[in-house]
């Protein structure tokens, strides 16, 4: 269908129905008010004709009432002259009307001389009247003595006292009874039906129909029914009667429960709709016709310059698009976007072509690409024939494309296990649908025997597999660097022994076999003594030999059923089953005769020796972390004894481990806690027994109020490497109070500080000196630094240097304790010491009969001749002191002079002893 067809259709269509629906809605609303208004004038018209039957009816109790004022009791109502001068309007007929009394009679008008006997009670007019006390019009009833359907009017008389002692009634025929012809001016045809409440017709349009009921009639009858048993919520009902539609408006009159049924003709109400309807679809057609004649023009409008473009388009299809140059189109519309459309045209087309060329530009890298990757690319179809293969794939088959493409993997020259394992991937892409990526080791192409990563994806056509994209990327080089690397992460480089790694992976296999058996697994950490010496002065190279000679000899020593491993640098772990009864120290024994044998590594003769620890499972631990950490505790307090010995877990050990680990916490706070403390012990002169200078003493009480004896927390401190941070706290707070001291008293006491080796080796340990001196003030003569023999004996040089750097500073130095090392008097030759400070061991027990009274004798003696100062330590008795002053020692201290003062005893001591000299 051309587009102007289609537009001009369309347009009409949409027009149409939106109008059509315009006017179904407006027809609707039209409707549905013509049927309430309809509805709404039936339903007056049954009010109204509703208020005439009761205005009827009101008429008959009228005269009655008339006549019953006139009775003032029963003996008047026989005075003809009083009871027929009110003898009913002219207009009804006064035939029927009679009275009934409580004494049983009846008395009717033509014959008032006389009773008649009778029980009124059993009479309708009478029962109803007077059982209710009010005025009463009956249902309808056949009259015994005329034989005729009548109902009556009745009304109550009363006595003097207002009670009621009859009633009056008069009997009105029925087919007379409501002949007003008000009513069939009010009513719209055909008219009106009024019923009794059994159902008995007393109105009807139809005279013939007047008194029978109401069930002889089907149709009126359902609607009746459907009134009295309340099934209608309007009074208003629609239905089908022989002739066609009615109407039916129903109510009720006075308390008779009479039913007022107001029968209309549907065609009253619904002509109005059949002219609305006629107005309407006049109006449907003469707008279609508008319309289509409206969208005929319009679709002309747009359809023509689109016409011109598709023209044009089939002109352009004739030729090659890279051929064709476009002119811009002359053509001119009414409306902008079609404007839009010819002036993007051209352009449109130029975008394609360059479009076309950037694709072929892409393809051709594309291609390029895949032939110049280091991965192996092919194209296989369902049958796993080559479609194509990059020179890397061409490479691995050693053939050219044109003899792989047409073939499949069985045409070449592999080996069966090769061809099984790619046809198995290749089948499952097709067979899952889906793309797979795997690795295949060691596998043998006809280039030679490859590891490698593959992706295999497969090609669809409208949801089927018709073809596999396989790249494979050769990880040969790659997986052997990752054996290395896990070789490495689980072996040891220097000896081939499992690692630490490998001990914690084999631990619970082994644990599981101790508990599935009646043996027992022992953990044997063995480090080896000082070997960190070896490799500081022999080289690492040599350690290297010393740990293969010693890996050798322990492999021998353990079975293949036990574990060795080298768990640390100078460290081996031997994991050892126990047999039933079988004691460990024999196993320890022939341990320890591997290390005491002399190895000869290159030109030296190395004697070495060991530290064990051993914990056994499950005896000492219950799981492979505690029962390598039991082992590890084991082994370090063998080493705190001496080293060359081993050391068997037990629960003493992890206690005192403990404790240290607990302590070493606590005295990393200690300076930030502030319970570092100092106390000074005054050294005196011999000759007038003044204060010479004050050794400064740490202490240390923790904050639950522990006192820490200095030979703990000093060894503890420089194996922690808190020494540093607490040697610097110590001398900068020495100075700070010496200085305060020497101002006060105008004096030049010096202070005597210990310095610990490693505090010494330090590298900023003499600028830190430095620092010290200049910030807190002093005099650097009034600084003596007490160094032990231990800081030469290791390295004489480096200490050499470094007491000659404090020494041009102007600090004063003291060896202490000696004597109780490998004391040289060569070295005290050669070092810079302006004091000797005598340990005292060698003043205890000291008297003239002993041997070491004449060896302290001689010390000092010798000592003084080579031009130090002497002081002696731990003086404590007046015997002491008179056998030093034999000597000629130049100073002493001890408890005899005091015991270490805290800080704020010194000053009040410094005052007594400055001034008496005792």
């Known amino acids: 269908m051309k587009l102007k067809t289609q ?25 549905v008010n013509i ?14 004709t509703v208020l005439i039957i009761e205005k009827t009816t009101g008429s008959y109790f009228e005269i009655l009432k008339s006549v019953s004022l006139a009775v003032s009791g029963k003996n ?37 001389t006389k009773w008649i006997r009778s029980d009124p009670s059993e009479m309708i007019w009478y029962k109803e009247s007077y059982s209710r006390g009010r005025s009463v019009l009956t249902d309808a009833y056949t009259n015994p003595g005329m034989n005729r359907l009548i109902i009556s009017a009745s009304v109550p008389l009363y006595d003097r006292n207002n009670k009621i002692f009859g009633v009056i009634s008069r009997d009105i025929e029925v087919i007379n009874a409501f002949d007003d012809r008000s009513m069939h001016f009010e009513a719209r045809n055909p008219g009106y039906i009024l019923l009794d409440s059994n159902g008995v017709i007393l109105k009807h349009s139809n005279a013939s129909i007047i008194g029978k009921n109401i069930s002889e009639f089907p149709y ?15 009074k208003i009902i629609l239905k089908k009667s022989g002739k066609g539609k009615n109407i039916y408006s129903w109510d009720y009159i006075n308390e008779n429960k009479w039913l007022l049924l107001l029968e209309t003709d549907y065609s009253t109400v619904s002509s109005q709709l059949n002219k609305l309807s006629a107005g ?9 016709i508008i319309i289509w004649i409206i969208s005929g023009s319009l679709s002309d409008r747009i359809s023509w310059p689109i016409s011109e473009i598709t023209e044009i388009l089939n002109k352009v299809k004739m030729n090659s698009i890279s051929r064709i140059s476009f002119p811009d189109l002359r053509v001119k519309s009414r409306i902008d976007e ?3 459309l010819y002036n993007s045209f051209n352009d449109m087309i130029l975008r394609i072509s360059s479009s076309i060329t950037r694709h072929n530009e892409i393809e051709n890298k594309y291609k390029n690409l895949i032939e110049n990757s280091p991965d192996l690319i092919y194209f296989l179809d369902v049958n796993m024939v080559f479609k194509s293969a990059n020179k890397r794939m061409q490479n691995a088959l050693k053939l050219p494309e044109k003899k792989i493409i047409g073939k499949n993997f069985s045409n070449f020259r592999l080996p069966e296990t090769t061809l099984a394992i790619l046809e198995m991937l290749h089948l499952q892409v097709i067979e899952k649908k889906r793309m797979i990526i795997e690795e295949i080791y060691d596998i043998e192409m006809v280039s030679g025997i490859f590891s490698f990563s593959i992706i295999l994806a497969p090609q669809f056509t409208e949801g089927e597999v018709t073809g596999i994209i396989g790249t494979a990327r050769d990880i040969t080089k790659l997986k052997k660097y990752e054996n290395e690397v896990n070789y490495l992460a689980y072996y040891d480089s220097v000896t081939q022994l499992p690692n630490i790694n490998s001990l914690r992976l084999k631990l619970p296999g082994f644990l599981l076999r101790s508990d599935g058996s009646s043996e027992k697994l022992a953990a044997i950490a063995i480090k080896i003594d000082n070997f960190k010496q070896i490799n500081d002065t022999l080289g690492f190279n040599a350690g290297d030999l010393l740990l293969n000679d010693l890996s050798v000899s322990l492999s021998i020593l353990t079975s293949k059923t036990n574990f060795l491993a080298r768990t640390g640098g100078d460290e081996f772990t031997i994991l050892y089953f126990l047999k039933k009864n079988e004691r460990i120290e024999k196993f320890l024994d022939k341990i320890m005769e591997i290390f005491h044998y002399s190895k000869k590594i290159g030109q030296y003769e190395l004697s070495t020796s060991a530290s064990m620890g051993v914990a056994i499972y499950p005896d000492d631990a219950e799981d492979p972390e505690e029962f390598i950490k039991n082992t590890g505790s084991a082994l370090a307090s063998a080493k705190n004894v001496s080293g060359n010995s081993y050391q068997l877990f037990n629960e003493s050990i992890r206690n005192e481990l403990l404790s240290t680990f607990i302590l070493q916490n ?9 319970e570092i403390s100092l106390n000074f012990q005054p050294i005196v002169s011999m000759k007038d027994c003044k204060t010479f200078a004050f050794e400064v003493l740490a202490r240390w009480i923790t904050s639950e109020n522990e006192n820490i004896p200095p030979d703990i927390f000093i060894p503890m401190a420089e194996k922690t490497g808190e020494i540093y941070k607490i040697g610097n706290y110590i001398l900068q707070k020495a100075c700070e109070t010496i200085l305060s001291w020497n101002t006060e008293l105008k004096t030049e006491i010096f202070i005597c500080v210990n310095v610990s080796p490693i505090q010494l080796n330090h590298p900023s340990f003499v600028n830190d000196v430095k620092n010290i001196i200049e910030t807190s003030g002093i005099k650097p003569e009034w600084l003596e630094l007490e160094l032990t023999e231990g800081i030469f004996i290791k390295s004489f040089d480096n200490a050499f240097e470094i007491m000659m750097t404090l020494k041009n500073l102007g600090i004063r130095l003291a060896l202490d304790d000696f004597g109780t090392g490998y ?16 340990d005292k061991s060698f003043i205890n027990n000291i008297n003239p009969s002993a041997e070491n009274f004449l060896v302290v004798e001689s010390l000092i003696n010798l000592i003084h001749k080579m031009g130090f100062k002497i002081i002696t330590e731990g003086i404590e008795t007046e015997k002491q002191y008179k056998l030093l002053s034999e000597f000629s020692c130049d100073y002493i201290q001890g408890f005899l002079i005091s015991r270490p003062l805290p800080e704020e005893k010194v000053f009040p001591f410094l005052k007594i002893n400055l001034n008496s000299g005792n």
């Open 7 to 31: 537009i001009h259709l369309s347009t009409t269509i949409i027009a149409s129905a939106i109008l059509f629906t315009g006017l179904a809605v407006l027809y609707y609303i039209l409707h």
């Open 35 to 48: 049927i309430n208004n309809g509805y709404k004038l039936i339903n007056e018209d049954t009010q109204k």
């Open 76 to 112: 008047d109502f026989f005075k003809i002259s009083s009871f027929g001068q009110y003898s009913p309007k002219p207009e009804f007929n006064t035939s029927g009307l009679y009275a009934g009394f409580n004494d049983g009679t009846i008395s009717y008008k033509n014959n008032l």
């Open 220 to 234: 009126l009858n359902e609607i009746v029914n459907l009134i009295k048993n309340s099934q209608l919520s309007e």
């Open 280 to 288: 309407i679809l006049s109006l449907l057609l003469v707008f279609s």
């Open 338 to 340: 079609v404007n839009t």
């Open 666 to 674: 606590k005295l990393k706070k200690a300076l930030t806690n502030s």
């Open 823 to 838: 004391s040289s008097l060569s070295y005290l030759n050669k070092l810079p010491f302006d004091t000797i400070k005598i």
